[in-house]
């Protein structure tokens, strides 16, 4: 950037501007070309909203443009609590776009005022757009997790009051970040004596709506961590006293007394439904550590199982003497009923059938076993995986490779009775 429009962006100076613009009519647009600063930027950051507006008047398309750090002009604006400068970058003809617009932490401005404690920035971004409330960074963190993170006290009891006022679900006070922490677990941690009275104190704001038992990724409450804090850092005696106080008012615990109370799985006829409930509720009731460590075990029996329809015991036939037309192969597809040959064509060759196949016996037990291990280890992944990113595209996976599992199945199996028989016998047992 041209040091002179630097300066001028730094101290308002319109006037020099104005002779810059007059000298080169595309400067601001072959700056946003060449250059990641533009003058919005300075501006922002020195509060010189008369300077910012006539930026604007001649290209919008500016508040737009993040600088090295991948901030807006509005996230320094809000950052900085310039108030004037941030209602003229919200009188764009896209404010929303620059409202919502992200840094390379997933931060908007409204993260980046309740970080910085901005009250009136707060203010004038949430009575624009009431749902950035809901907005999280790339660490999963509402502008309420940043505004407790960062100690900001009128920021949070700003923040919510506007979640109560506005019509958005209540259920966010209880959002998770990606460490599974709700902001009472981080008021918590913080030692916060004033933010958790407003979360869950007598004068609560959002009275009745925090979960106090909630447990994050680690499967601890509020109260377990806590009780860490209380044994390793202690603190001043009197907050911490009456952290204890609101907790036991609020009737709060830890996970090994909530575990206790935990109900029995309901009855039902159906054995899907039973079976679904059971697995879920074993899911639901361990520990992170014992969901990672079971989701690697099943990954590894299902690779193993897999390997094991590729490569059976005793490997595959090779090409017959006859080059496939011999009796062995008439007499393989003549015991074949029809629907199977009908999908995938007729065989001419007993090549790729497994030696182990011509013990039915022996053949049938391998496959029925192999399956269950592979189709029971392919259903732990899958709901192991539930709440994952991508998860659509998890399923389409998952649901590919029980179809390339089926198909070598059948292309391995002597005969299409072998197949079903596995088939049926599978699903009995997992029934069972």
């Not at 929303?96 to 997933?106: I, Q, S, Y």
């Not at 001419?348 to 192999?370: C, H, K, P, R, W």
């Amino acid at each position: 950037m041209d040091h002179r429009l630097f300066d001028a962006a730094r101290t308002g100076d319109i006037t020099t501007l104005k002779l810059l613009l007059q000298e080169d009519p595309l400067l601001l647009e072959r700056l946003s070309l060449s250059s990641p600063e533009n003058p919005l930027h300075v501006s922002a950051f020195a509060g010189q909203a008369t300077f910012t507006a006539e930026i604007l008047r001649h290209n919008q398309g500016l508040a737009l443009e993040p600088n090295l750090q991948g901030f807006s002009p509005l996230h320094i604006a809000s950052a900085s609590g310039n108030i004037d400068v941030v209602r003229v970058l919200l009188s764009v003809d896209w404010k929303r776009d620059v409202c919502f617009l992200k840094d390379k932490d997933g931060l908007i401005p409204l993260h980046s005022a309740a970080q910085r404690g901005r009250i009136e920035v707060i203010q004038e971004l949430v009575s624009s757009f009431p749902e950035s409330l809901k907005e999280v960074t790339a660490f999963h963190e509402t502008p309420l997790h940043v505004a407790v993170k960062n100690n900001q006290v009128e920021a949070t009891k700003l923040l919510l009051e506007e979640i109560k006022n506005s019509n958005i679900s209540l259920g966010i006070v209880n959002q998770e970040n990606r460490e599974g922490n709700t902001v009472l677990h981080l008021a918590t941690l913080g030692k916060q004596l004033q933010i958790v009275e407003m979360l869950i104190g007598e004068e609560a704001i959002i009275r009745g709506s925090v979960d106090v038992n909630k447990q994050n990724r680690s499967w601890l409450t509020p109260k377990d961590i806590l009780d860490v804090v209380i044994e390793t850092e202690g603190g001043s005696v009197s907050e911490m006293y009456r952290i204890v106080q609101i907790f036991q008012t609020a009737e709060a615990r830890n996970a090994k007394e909530k575990r206790k109370d935990l109900k029995p799985i309901e009855r039902s006829r159906n054995p899907f439904r039973m079976i679904k409930k059971y697995l879920d509720y074993e899911i639901n009731n361990s520990t992170l550590e014992k969901r990672e460590t079971l989701l690697v075990v099943a990954t590894l029996i299902a690779t193993l199982t897999f390997t094991g329809v590729l490569q059976p015991p005793g490997a595959f036939r090779g090409e017959d003497s006859t080059g496939g037309s011999g009796s062995q192969n008439n007499t393989t597809n003549s015991n074949t009923t029809p629907s199977i040959n009908n999908i995938f064509g007729s065989r001419n060759s007993t090549e790729g059938q497994a030696i182990m196949a011509a013990s039915t016996v022996d053949f049938t037990l391998y496959a029925a076993f192999n399956a269950v291990g592979f189709f029971t280890s392919v259903t732990m992944i899958s709901l192991l995986t539930k709440g994952f990113p991508l998860r659509n595209w998890i399923r389409l996976c998952i649901i590919s490779i029980v179809a390339i599992y089926l198909l070598a199945i059948v292309y391995i199996a002597p005969n299409e009775k072998i197949f079903w028989l596995v088939v049926l016998g599978v699903s009995s047992i997992l029934v069972l």
